[in-house]
């Protein structure tokens, strides 16, 4: 079992920043993927941002050049640091870990950008 929290949303301005946490414990696999996605109301979720065991990440068009997705050194918690936000990001934001044959998600963290 792995659980996922997640922190650091919040209210911000159009064009600030946020820095989400996701801290993951339980039983890590050396092997594993942990993805960003959001889910704004009335939206399907949506993908935003990946990170491998190995560093290599992935990111949505709609984020790519503003969010970047970062872990600490252990490799327990995965950041996401979004710049320049805009109104469309407004969503809960859900982490989610994945390892063969399993997916486990946190239960959400709101990030709201409105002036």
């Known amino acids: 079992q792995v659980q996922l929290v997640e922190s650091g949303g919040g209210l911000v301005q159009p064009g600030g920043s946020l820095r989400l946490s996701c801290a993951a414990s339980?039983?890590?696999?050396?092997?594993?993927?942990i993805e960003w996605y959001r889910q704004a109301p009335g939206k399907q979720r949506e993908f935003v941002a990946r990170?491998?065991?190995?560093?290599?990440?992935t990111y949505a068009d709609s984020v790519k050049g503003r969010f970047a997705v970062s872990r600490d050194k252990a490799k327990t918690t995965v950041y996401l640091q979004m710049n320049s936000l805009k109104p469309e990001d407004t969503a809960a934001y859900y982490c989610?870990?994945?390892?063969?044959?399993?997916?486990?998600w946190g239960q959400g963290t709101q990030v709201t950008v409105s002036s």
């Open positions: 989610s870990y994945y390892t063969y044959p399993s997916t486990y």
């Open positions: 339980g039983r890590i696999s050396n092997n594993h993927i």
């Open positions: 990170i491998s065991s190995g560093g290599t990440t």
